[in-house]
């Protein structure tokens, strides 16, 4: 097994510590480990295997030391500049930006769908949005079955998908305090707003996932059309997902498909009160499924709800899936 050398960086923002955490959990074959962040949080110790490291700042020669794989979160403009630095460099980048998603040479990956998109990577693989990867986690396995012809996507998103500022927010609204990130109050509140506006209505999040939907599925043929709001959650994203169907499906066996798809879990037990809540999704790695049940205002409809914990599924958790894939696709050559 080909033991790597792995470098976060924005190691001390929200999803960076949790890079820490998963790559703990997971156990990846490590030689060495560096941390990286702006000049305004170098100098920062972190934690990783119970050895204290210092934080470096991250710059141009960062990547000069025989780096494998680097980690980015350190938002759109550090990718923009550091990503092809590092690429040049020998280092393949799992960058969590939004900056080379649609990017036609840069694969947008999410293992349990579309693995194999790594194989072609030039050195950048994305990671895609976080409310983008857990829909296609458990879409994936019905567009393969019944062929996806339209998705209605309608999200309920965590404050933490807004990063630690977005966290505090929340924290200050229940103390009655007025919000510094976003535009209104969150506490006791649902904000139809997530990212910036576009000139066609839709907000920047609602292309994310539009986009990023088709691009990772590989049919850009798909209809379809998102409304993103933020609700006063600390942590976990839900989505009401409504698809229509190509092809007819029975309900039992499009259940049976779902449990027995890679990620996937499904709670779905109305009578017992038994669907996901985003409380009991957080801190765990699966999407989870429920309320599963048939849209009869079309021939052949579904609804999904469909929540994950945000911060892992959604940013950490698949970086490191992909850098484990890729680890394994080195094994074997």
Partial sequence: MKKVSLAVVGATGMV??????????????LEKIYFFSSKRSAGTKVIFNGEEYTVEELSETSFDRGIDIALFSAGGSTSEKYAPIASAKGCVVIDNSSFWRMDNNVPLVV??????????????????????????VALKPLHDKYKIKRIVYSTYQAVSGAGMGGYSDL??????????????????????????????GYTKEEKKMMDETRKILGD?????????????????????????????FDLDELKEVLRNAPGVVVEDDASNNVYPTA??????????????????????????WVVADNIRKGAATNAVQIAEELIKMWNQE
């Fill in 279 to 304: 409380l009991n999704t957080t801190g765990k790695d699966e999407t989870f499924v429920g309320r599963i049940r048939r849209d009869k205002s079309v021939e052949s409809g579904i609804n999904l």
């Fill in 171 to 200: 924290e200050r609204g229940l103390k009655g305090e007025p919000p510094q990130k976003f535009p209104h109050q969150i506490a006791g509140n649902c904000i139809p707003h997530i990212d910036v506006f576009l000139p066609d």
């Fill in 16 to 29: 960076g510590r949790t890079f820490l955490k998963v790559l703990e959990e997971r156990k990846l074959p």
């Fill in 220 to 248: 850009s043929s798909l209809k379809i059309t998102a409304t993103t709001v933020r609700v006063p959650v600390f942590n976990g994203h839900s989505e009401s997902i409504n698809v229509e169907f190509e092809n007819q």
């Fill in 111 to 136: 293992p349990e769908v579309n693995a194999n998109d790594i194989s072609w990577n030039k050195g950048i693989i994305a990671n895609p949005n976080c409310s983008t990867i857990q829909a296609v």
